[in-house]
């Protein structure tokens, strides 16, 4: 896999990026297979909503419009995190597109996003904190970061973070009467904040593996196994 030789140069092996022999691996990279179709799947919006080799099997389809996460698994969300797992970054004009993309539309558009931070803890919102925390794992995986709108989206997520370390849904909440948080959701924000590499966000990061390692030890052995 010419992503695992290159990623191996540089992070275990300590190759310097200027040289000719990294030159060359991230030209294997460039012309592999794999990115190749996901380049030659992208839309002239810097977006991506087509099936692919990476897509569950069967394919997910269109219904009911698209948006930077859905439909899950072939979107922008879901693309941008394997190609900054790949080296990729928004510095490559192709993935800055895609992030400008994602900023401009889905929950970017909320209006959660127009409130004081202060705020936003005490609104009842229709926003879904693990499928938000999709769209930031993807801005962080690929280091787009400093963008304003990026940076309000990380105190959306700090704001709804609970007591208990975690994340939930509202909507999800009161409808089984959770008195804790969700592990999915707690994942999801867990995630986008170690992307972010931001030491500002590292408590709550910290106190989010708690709530996770807490959850998984209320589980038997064969549940874990099984999951």
């Given at each position: 896999?010419?992503?695992?030789?290159?990623?191996?140069?540089?992070?275990?092996?300590?190759?310097?990026?200027?040289?000719?022999?990294?030159?060359?691996?991230?030209?294997?990279?460039?012309?592999?297979?794999?990115?190749q179709?996901i380049?030659?799947?992208?839309?002239?919006?810097?977006?991506?909503?087509?099936?692919?080799?990476?897509?569950?099997?069967?394919?997910?389809?269109?219904?009911?419009?698209?948006?930077p996460?859905?439909?899950?698994?072939?979107?922008?969300?879901?693309?941008?995190?394997?190609?900054?797992?790949?080296?990729?970054?928004?510095?490559?004009?192709?993935?800055?597109?895609?992030?400008?993309?994602?900023?401009?539309?889905?929950?970017?558009?909320d209006?959660?996003?127009n409130?004081?931070?202060?705020?936003?803890?005490?609104?009842?919102?229709?926003?879904?904190?693990?499928?938000?925390?999709?769209?930031m794992?993807?801005?962080?995986?690929?280091?787009?970061?400093?963008?304003?709108?990026?940076?309000?989206g990380?105190?959306?997520?700090?704001?709804?973070?609970?007591?208990?370390?975690?994340?939930v849904?509202t909507?999800?909440?009161?409808?089984?009467?959770?008195?804790r948080?969700?592990?999915?959701?707690?994942?999801?924000?867990?995630?986008?904040?170690?992307y972010?590499?931001?030491?500002?966000y590292?408590?709550?990061?910290?106190?989010?593996?708690e709530?996770?390692?807490?959850?998984?030890s209320?589980?038997k052995?064969?549940n874990?196994?099984?999951?």
């Open positions: 896999s010419a992503p695992i030789r290159y990623l191996t140069h540089k992070h275990l092996l300590g190759t310097t990026g200027s040289m000719k022999a990294m030159r060359s691996l991230w030209c294997e990279v460039e012309t592999s297979p794999d990115v179709e380049f030659g799947k992208q839309e002239k919006d810097g977006s991506w909503h087509a099936g692919g080799s990476w897509a569950h099997n069967p394919s997910y389809t269109v219904k009911g419009g698209i948006d996460f859905t439909p899950k698994y072939v979107t922008t969300a879901w693309i941008l995190p394997l190609l900054g797992e790949m080296g990729y970054c928004a510095t490559d004009k192709r993935i800055l597109k895609a992030c400008r993309y994602i900023v401009s539309n889905g929950y970017f558009l209006p959660l996003f409130k004081p931070t202060n705020e936003i803890s005490q609104i009842q919102t229709d926003l879904s904190p693990c499928r938000f925390a999709q769209y794992i993807a801005l962080g995986a690929v280091n787009f970061v400093d963008d304003a709108r990026v940076e309000k990380y105190e959306v997520l700090l704001s709804l973070q609970r007591d208990d370390g975690g994340w849904f909507r999800h909440s009161e409808q089984v009467g959770w008195t948080s969700c592990p999915f959701s707690s994942y999801h924000a867990v995630m986008a904040l170690y972010s590499k931001n030491p500002a590292r408590d709550a990061l910290v106190r989010g593996v709530f996770l390692l807490w959850h998984l209320t589980k052995e064969c874990l196994q099984q999951f």
